[in-house]
């Protein structure tokens, strides 16, 4: 009973914490009618104005929007995404009509094509016009919906550049479609989920799909798949959002733990070069420019100290000054440098300067000084 009331609380104060969602009318002449929007802004959106954010489309934004914007929140919180714009297209009497697609050739028609031309047409050029949107975008679907945000992939320079389908009900021809496009694409990430539990015909076809994928080789294509153990066709949706978003996020996350023992530390290469063309990836995956994380730079720094690489100290303090130029971090690892390879007086310099700025992660002007006072002392200064 302690543990779900303590679970309640947490909840609360979750959930409080992120922006209130804004909610829009928006008039759609395509439709020839008004759609209902959820829309959830970055915490710090009006702070940051030079800022651009990855746009999050939810359909069945009645009920998918929650968690999807609450997954959103959380995870850029604690820096394993980018913080995003989460919008929620309202269907709740309109679904089956917005996602109508003929028998014969199973494209969309009649109002499905209408709705495929407002999302396409007027949706999101007027979000990139209200909101400062970045390149990335994500479209998010379930079932019925899943289905649908697929034939945006059919385009030549698909709007979106993932794909979250959880449980999708298929049509007849889908899957062969979405895995000829798939085999040949560029920079695309396809999430899909079912479960032990799913709708019979729409957990065979999600398997299918995924045993026919296991054959694509693309490393352009970013395919993911879960078959959740004692789910439903609805309990799915709240273990698939997060686990979607980790995959596509994968290379944006900090570096983890396990990321250092198996891969820096036995690196034969320059771990210098792995941090940077770790962020120049990230930035040609997502379309984002972002600060080298504090974080980041110890990690990196730790592995170059563990294998004595100490050439590699003095581009990674140049980078650490022009990246943080505040903070103490830069010269400490110049300081480190000049100390290792046998130039103690520009070690001391480097420190000294060092110690007047912002102390950072281990780093204190206590330390810094004690690293002058050392060299001193070593050399009777």
């Known amino acids: 009973m302690k543990k779900s009331i303590t679970l309640i609380i947490a909840c609360i104060f979750v959930f409080s914490g992120y922006s209130q969602a804004i909610y829009e009318s928006f008039r759609s002449i395509k439709l020839d009618q008004s759609r209902e929007l959820k829309i959830q802004l970055p915490r710090n959106y009006k702070k940051n104005v030079d800022k651009t954010y990855p746009l999050i489309l939810v359909l069945d934004g009645d009920y998918l929007f929650e968690p999807v914007a609450g997954n959103v929140d959380y995870f850029s919180y604690w820096e394993d995404m980018p913080e995003s714009i989460v919008v929620g297209v309202n269907q709740r009497k309109t679904r089956e009509d917005d996602c109508r697609y003929d028998l014969a050739e199973y494209l969309p028609n009649q109002k499905g094509a209408q709705f495929f ?56 021809p889908m899957v062969d479609r979405i895995t000829n496009i798939l085999s040949s694409s560029s920079d695309i990430w396809y999430y899909t989920a079912t479960a032990t539990n799913d709708a019979e015909i729409i957990k065979k076809s999600v398997r299918d799909f995924n045993d026919q994928m296991s054959g694509v080789e693309n490393p352009d294509t970013h395919f993911f798949f879960d078959d959740f153990d004692e789910s439903s066709h609805y309990t799915l949706v709240g273990r698939g959002i997060p686990r979607a978003l980790e995959a596509i996020f994968e290379m944006y996350r900090p570096i983890s733990k396990k990321t250092y023992k198996e891969v820096l530390l036995p690196l034969e290469t320059s771990t210098y070069d792995y941090l940077v063309d770790m ?74 300067n060092g110690f007047q700025l912002e102390e950072v992660a281990f780093l204190t002007k206590d330390y810094m000084l004690d690293k002058v006072n050392k060299i001193k002392e070593d050399f009777g200064w």
């Not at 479209?139 to 945000?149: R, V």
């Not at 320079?157 to 979250?164: E, K, L, M, S, V």
């Open 117 to 172: 031309e407002f999302i396409g047409q007027e949706l999101i050029p007027h979000l990139d016009q209200t909101y400062r949107t970045a390149q990335l975008k994500i479209i998010i679907g379930h079932d019925y919906t899943a289905n649908y945000i697929n034939y945006f992939l059919f385009k030549d320079n698909p709007i979106f550049q993932a794909y979250i389908c959880l449980s999708p009900e298929f049509a007849p």
């Open 279 to 352: 962020y120049k990836t990230t930035e040609n995956l997502y379309g984002i420019k972002r600060q080298i994380r504090i974080n980041d730079f110890v990690a990196v720094s730790t592995a170059i100290e563990k294998n004595q690489k100490w050439e590699e100290l003095e581009p990674l303090g140049k980078l650490a000054n022009k990246e943080h130029p505040e903070k103490m971090l830069g010269y400490y690892y110049l300081g480190m440098f000049y100390e290792q390879t046998g130039e103690p007086k520009k070690a001391m310099r480097a420190y000294e």
